[in-house]
């Protein structure tokens, strides 16, 4: 079993739908949450980190649940900018500097 | 705002030979993290560095070594390649001061033939 699992997708949404992606892991020791987001070929781009309280970052919402183990990430208002794959991803180590364990992704494509 | 840089953008190498990749981190960032993303997969850590030592270890192959520079730049060393070494490299960075969030380099493809 993956550390960090997700719903591969994809998912085949139209412009301005809403769209919600969830993410689950197995480590309670997990320490800092983040969701990433990568095009074809290209690097993870930071998209946001998630907090307990939840946190909003224009058209999206991130959402966290410790003591279920779970993350979402929530878009308003898909663009055709937004089609990409979307890494949950969460690190352990309390200090911050160890390795990210990723999730395989969940790949969006937003349709005109 | 200046980036993670990598390079070369991309390698090909044969098998048995080897290569080295670089990575230059965002200034002021204090370390520097390796991680390889085969085909269809996700990215899987290799190694990291805090202040120039080694700060913790993942599935590195013992062909491949890395170190972490007085400048804080990276190379990631690897050798007697083999087929299965062809990847994407990615170095990421992070700063002490916002130690969770690690930004990522436009990675460096290796094609071993």
């Known amino acids: 079993r993956k550390e960090v699992e997700q719903d591969p997708g994809p998912f085949n949404v139209p412009e301005g739908a809403t769209v919600a992606f969830n993410c689950t892991y197995s480590n309670s020791a997990s320490q800092s949450f983040f969701w990433y987001r990568q095009d074809c070929r290209k690097e993870p781009k930071l998209l946001m980190s998630?907090?307990?309280s939840g946190n909003e970052d224009g058209r999206f919402t991130a959402q966290l649940n410790r003591a279920s183990q779970y993350i979402s990430l929530l878009i308003r208002d898909s663009k055709l900018s937004d089609s990409a794959t979307y890494l949950c991803v969460v690190n352990i180590n309390p200090t911050g500097r160890r390795a990210l364990t990723f999730g395989s992704g969940t790949r969006l494509q937003v349709q005109p | 705002a200046a980036g993670v840089i990598q390079s070369p953008r991309h390698l090909i190498k044969e098998k048995r030979e080897t290569a080295t990749l670089k990575c230059y981190p965002i200034p002021r960032h204090d370390t520097v993290y390796w991680y390889q993303q085969g085909p269809g997969q996700d990215p899987q850590f290799l190694i990291s560095?805090?202040?120039?030592?080694?700060?913790d270890k993942g599935s590195i192959p013992d062909r491949f070594s890395a170190q972490q520079f007085s400048d804080y730049h990276s190379e990631l060393n690897m050798s007697s390649l083999e087929l299965g070494d062809s990847a994407l490299y990615f170095c990421?960075?992070?700063?002490?001061?916002?130690?969770?969030?690690?930004?990522f380099g436009p990675g460096t493809r290796l094609t071993v033939t």
């Open positions: 990421a960075s992070s700063s002490g001061q916002v130690i969770y969030e690690q930004y």
């Open positions: 998630v907090y307990s």
């Open positions: 560095f805090y202040e120039k030592m080694q700060s």
